[in-house]
C-alpha cells in the first residue's frame, strides 16, 4: 500500500535537516541541504514503501520541526512525537533500545548487543544505527565505541560532537568527556 510522506526542510545550528512523515508519525530525518537530502528520501521511500512520493508538506511535520528547534536551542531533553519505523525486526530492536539512551549519557554498541540480548552481533549494531532513518530523535548520536571514541555519524562526527555538547555530555570548559 503507497503511503503519503510530507516532507519539509527546517534550518537548524547543525545545517539543514529534511523531515518526513506519514500519517502515523514522523519517518525520517536527512542531513543536508534539500537538492542532496531529497533524492536520498525519495531513494528511501521507493525500498520502504514501494512507490511513495513523498511531497513538501510543512503541516504534516509541524510538530516534529517545533521539537527539534526546542531540541537544538538547549530547551528539549526529550521528544513527544509519533514515530514510525521501518526496517527489519533486528533494526527496529536496536533503534527502539536507543530510545531508551538517557539524554546526555552514551552507549557503546557492546551496550546494545548485550541489552537485546544479541551479544556477538556488535558488528551489525553498528549495521542497525548506520540506518537509523530518524537521527537525532532516535538518538544514534549517543553511541559511541568500547573506548570512548566517537565512532561514525550519518551526518558527520562535527555533528555527532555537537550534538554530544549540546546534551552535556563533554565537559566542555576542559574539552575533555565528563566521567558518567
Known sequence: MVKRVGYTVMNSPIGPLLLASTEEGLCFIEFGEEEIALPNLQRWCRKTFLGAVP????????????QLEEYLAGTR????????LYGTPFQKAVWTELTRI????????????LS???????????????R??????????RVIGSNGALVGYGGGLAIKEHLLKLEGYFDQSVGVQAIR
Open 77 to 84: 531533553t526529550a521528544f513527544d512525537l509519533p514515530i514510525r
Open 55 to 66: 511531497i513538501p508538506d510543512d503541516e504534516m511535520n509541524r510538530a516534529a520541526k517545533q
Open 116 to 130: 537485546i540480548g544479541a551479544v556477538k552481533a556488535v558488528r551489525a549494531i553498528g549495521g542497525a544505527n548506520n
Open 132 to 141: 537509523n532513518p530518524i537521527p537525532i530523535v532516535v538518538p544514534c548520536h
Open 102 to 113: 538517557p539524554y546526555g549519557e552514551t552507549r557503546s554498541y557492546k551496550d546494545i548487543a
